[in-house]
């Protein structure tokens, strides 16, 4: 079992960069593929980007594609998203969730984070 806690969200102007970090207790951490998923105010939650357990494998979500780059490092037991040219559409609250495979969908992702806020202004 792993519990993810998010940090690193912010307010940041169009362009800018930002890093986002997933800290997971647990020694299981590099078992599971993790993912990132955000949601705006009256939308759904949506993939971002996800990366399996040894880190060889990712995944992104068209619209962050170029921009954004899922990374892990093992042996500190944490995940990050590097988040380039920020756009105000990305603005949302950014989770973190670990799960057995790389894929799209929440349902296959067993642990959640609580989320950190990410606003981009224009």
């Known amino acids: 079992q792993v519990q993810p806690v998010e940090s690193g969200g912010g307010l940041v102007q169009a362009g800018g960069s930002l890093r986002l970090s997933c800290a997971a207790s647990?020694?299981?951490?590099?078992?599971?593929?993790m993912g990132w998923f955000r949601q705006a105010p009256g939308k759904e939650r949506e993939f971002v980007a996800a990366?399996?357990?040894?880190?060889?494998?990712?995944r992104y979500a068209d619209s962050v594609k170029g921009r954004f780059t899922i990374s892990r490092d093992n042996a500190m037991n944490t995940g990050y998203l590097q988040m380039n040219n920020l756009k105000p559409e990305d603005t949302a609250v950014y989770y973190c969730?670990?799960?057995?495979?790389?894929?799209?969908?929440?349902?296959?992702?067993?642990?959640w984070g609580q989320g950190t806020q990410v606003t981009v202004s224009s």
């Open positions: 647990g020694r299981t951490f590099r078992r599971y593929a």
């Open positions: 990366i399996s357990g040894s880190g060889g494998t990712t």
């Open positions: 969730a670990a799960g057995d495979l790389v894929v799209t969908s929440p349902y296959n992702y067993k642990y």
